[in-house]
């Protein structure tokens, strides 16, 4: 396949730059290094109420056509982040493609088990589509791979669990953005050594614009961060909150809770029935502030009767933001949390809410 096979048409607005710039380079790269006939029909467009890292897009393959809905990743390290995206396509009749840079050879085989089609830059391939079927697998990532990688920063950095705390307090509460490093590691509760890494890398990965405060800081993409921190947060910041599970004797418990302002805050099913007004709460989850989850804790298994259990509905969790006035005014969790809470459920009835909470973000 030569360039030309390669649609040129300008791409939907929606679609980000670096993911229209990713879904390009995989596409080139299956006819560049194999003689397998991959084109793109109609450009890609945005999906999911806008969620920047996913896109819809029509393919020639080998002369056949195919919808596939496609998420893209920068990196992808673990069995548990492709199960996450496996439980995407299975919710949807069109077919999941997974684009990214470059995926090992175990992590490939991972996606040729569980059924998951995928394409990257290093030509590495495993796509199905009526009467054709094509695996590549094995090729080592080139110097596309490599420049794209330095292009978009660090990767490792932006994703850890000090970085994900940090950008959930920058878009909760964008002004951080131009205040001292000091204040922006207090309302994250990180160490200020943190603080400049992930703002370089944020800017080599074209997310974010202006040097320092002087300069005016901002974003260029939230949602694409929005739409990473919700992939990361399950699987890097989550098993750092040390959660705890509980039963309640009344599963009504939670409607007549006293939780302390400000040092307590609901998340999951309660905080979206609260701003949804649209879903009965089955399971309760509740951040508190680590100083004082203890008291908190011990006053609610009190009243309420609460024993533990580890598979129990009753989930509480360290809160790990510290945003003022912004956040002691409220008794629910940032919308978010409220929503990566929701995504990570996987249940359906949470996701139509999930869906509410984004069409109408508050942060």
């Known amino acids: 396949m030569n360039k030309s096979a390669v649609s040129r048409s300008p791409l939907n607005p929606q679609v980000s730059p670096h993911v229209a710039d990713l879904i390009r380079g995989a596409i080139h790269a299956a006819g560049k290094r194999t003689s397998i006939n991959l084109s793109s029909i109609d450009p890609p467009s945005a999906t999911r109420h806008g969620a920047s890292n ?81 695996l590549v697998i094995g090729r080592g990532s080139g110097e596309a791979v490599k420049r794209l990688k330095h292009a978009t920063g660090r990767t490792v950095t932006s994703a850890s669990a000090s970085a994900l705390r940090m950008i959930f307090a920058l878009l909760c509460e964008p002004s951080l953005l131009n205040r001292s490093y000091r204040e922006i590691a207090s309302a994250a509760g990180i160490a200020l050594g943190t603080v400049g890494p992930v703002l370089e890398d944020l800017r080599e990965r074209r997310l974010l614009t202006g040097k320092d405060e002087r300069h005016g800081r901002r974003f260029l993409d939230p949602e694409t961060l929005r739409d990473e921190w919700v992939t990361n947060y399950p699987l890097r910041l989550l098993s750092k909150l040390n959660a705890q599970r509980f039963t309640a004797q009344d599963s009504s418990w939670w409607e007549n809770a006293e939780i302390p302002a400000g040092q307590a805050w609901w998340g999951a099913e309660i905080a979206a029935s609260r701003l949804t007004r649209q879903l009965r709460p089955i399971t309760q989850t509740l951040y508190v502030e680590p100083d004082a989850r203890q008291d908190v804790t011990l006053a609610l298994a009190k009243r309420h009767r609460l024993r533990a259990d580890p598979s129990g509905p009753i989930e509480i969790l360290d809160a790990f933001w510290n945003l003022g006035e912004t956040s002691r005014d409220q008794d629910t969790a940032p919308a978010l949390l409220v929503y990566a809470d929701l995504i990570r459920t996987r249940e359906p009835r949470n996701l139509e809410a999930a869906a509410l909470i984004r069409e109408n973000w508050t942060l």
């Open 54 to 134: 996913h896109a819809r897009i029509t393919l020639d393959v080998n002369g056949v056509v195919q919808q596939y809905d496609v998420e893209t990743r920068l990196r992808i390290k673990t069995r548990a982040e492709l199960e996450t995206i496996g439980q995407w396509g299975r919710m949807s009749v069109i077919p999941t493609l997974l684009v990214v840079p470059h995926l090992t050879p175990a992590l490939a085989e991972e996606c040729v088990k569980r059924g998951l089609q995928f394409i990257d830059l290093a030509g590495n391939m495993h796509l199905h589509a009526p009467g054709q079927y094509m």
